[in-house]
């Protein structure tokens, strides 16, 4: 038996939204930004956004990863990603004991006038760990906000290269295109 854990964290950032959009569908910087939880990814399959007028990098990458959890256990996890529209990434991720569905938006927020990273979490836990579900969510939460945080100094550093003139280059998985 499993038990659903559901729940939504918004975030919000002062940098440009495109940025903000780009680096969110970046997992070339997984591995090198956020390496205190993800190490060694790989990609298994990847369909690149052939579509000029939609503002994509892809459309669908499977992958998988070793993260570890709660600092010391490390886990193999395969998940995949796919941007059907701009502005979402629906990514599922399956764990040694749980089933992670990850819906994150990144759009503008005119009422605040910020850019929101809004992540809804589905999560199918064993119905043993469920006495643990507000632990696992609180954990959840704050490795978030500490990859935003790392985010963060990512989109300064690009805003701070736009400002003088420098526009980052995305050149995502040199390589051929499918």
Not at 101 to 119: A, I, Q, W
Not at 140 to 164: M, P
Not at 166 to 176: H, M, T, V
């Amino acid at each position: 038996m499993h038990y659903n854990l559901e729940f939504d964290y918004k975030q919000y950032t002062n940098y440009d939204h495109q940025d903000s959009w780009v680096i969110a569908q970046d997992m070339e910087h997984i591995a090198h930004l956020h390496k205190k939880t993800n190490h060694v990814i790989n990609f298994e399959r990847i369909i690149f956004n052939k579509e000029k007028a939609v503002n994509k990098l892809y459309s669908f990458i499977s992958y998988n990863v070793i993260r570890k959890i709660f600092f010391f256990f490390k886990i193999k996890v395969r998940g995949w990603r796919e941007i059907k529209h701009e502005s979402e990434i629906i990514q599922n991720e399956n764990f040694l004991f749980f089933k992670v569905n990850l819906v994150s938006k990144t759009f503008y927020d005119n009422e605040r006038k910020k850019t929101c990273l809004h992540d809804h979490f589905n999560i199918k836990i064993p119905i043993l760990l469920y006495p643990f579900k507000t632990l696992l969510k609180l954990a959840i939460i704050k490795h978030i906000k500490s990859q935003f945080l790392e985010d963060e100094v990512y989109r300064k550093r690009v805003k701070e290269l736009s400002d003088r003139g420098i526009k980052k280059k995305y050149i995502f998985l040199a390589g051929d295109n499918e």
